[in-house]
Nanobody
Framework: QVQLVESGGGSVQAGGSLMLSCGTSGAPFRNFRMAWFRQAPGKEREGVVVICTGSGSTYYADSVKGRFTISQDNAKSTVALQMNSLKPEDTALYYC??????????????????????WGQGTQVTVSS
C-alpha cells in the first residue's frame, strides 16, 4: 500500500520561502507520478506541480512558475517543493499526491485530482501580507 507523509509548511510573510516534503513508501520510487495540489477555503483543489520520478520531468502551473521548484531525493524516496517569493494568494492547504506508473510517465498538463489515488495528510501554508 502506497503511503505519503508530508512535512513542512507553516506561516511566512509575503516574499518569504517555505519548503514542503513528501516521503513515499509502498512502491518503487522511480515509478511515481507525483503532484502537489493546494486548496484554499471556498476554492477548488488546484494542481500546481508534477514530477515523474523516473525521468525527472516536471510541470508547473503558471501561477507558481519561476517561484516554486520541485525536486526529488532518490536515496530518501522523497520529493520536496521549495516555495520562494510567496504571495498571500499562495495561502492554502497543500497536499502531496501520487500515482504509480509502470509505463511511460507524462508530466505534461494540469494534474487532475481524480488521477491520483494516493494522498498525503495535507499541510497548511499561510502567507501574510
Amino acid at each position: 500500500q502506497v503511503q505519503l507523509v508530508e512535512s513542512g509548511g507553516g506561516s511566512v510573510q509575503a516574499g518569504g520561502s517555505l519548503m514542503l516534503s513528501c516521503g513515499t513508501s509502498g512502491a518503487p520510487f522511480r515509478n511515481f507520478r507525483m503532484a502537489w495540489f493546494r486548496q484554499a477555503p471556498g476554492k477548488e483543489r488546484e494542481g500546481v506541480v508534477v514530477i515523474c520520478t523516473g525521468s525527472g520531468s516536471t510541470y508547473y502551473a503558471d501561477s507558481v512558475k519561476g517561484r516554486f521548484t520541485i525536486s526529488q531525493d532518490n536515496a530518501k524516496s522523497t520529493v520536496a517543493l521549495q516555495m520562494n517569493s510567496l504571495k498571500p494568494e499562495d495561502t492554502a492547504l497543500y497536499y502531496c499526491a501520487a500515482q504509480v506508473i509502470w509505463f511511460q510517465c507524462s508530466s505534461m498538463g494540469t494534474p487532475k485530482p481524480a488521477d491520483f489515488p494516493y494522498w498525503g495528510q495535507g499541510t497548511q501554508v499561510t502567507v501574510s501580507s
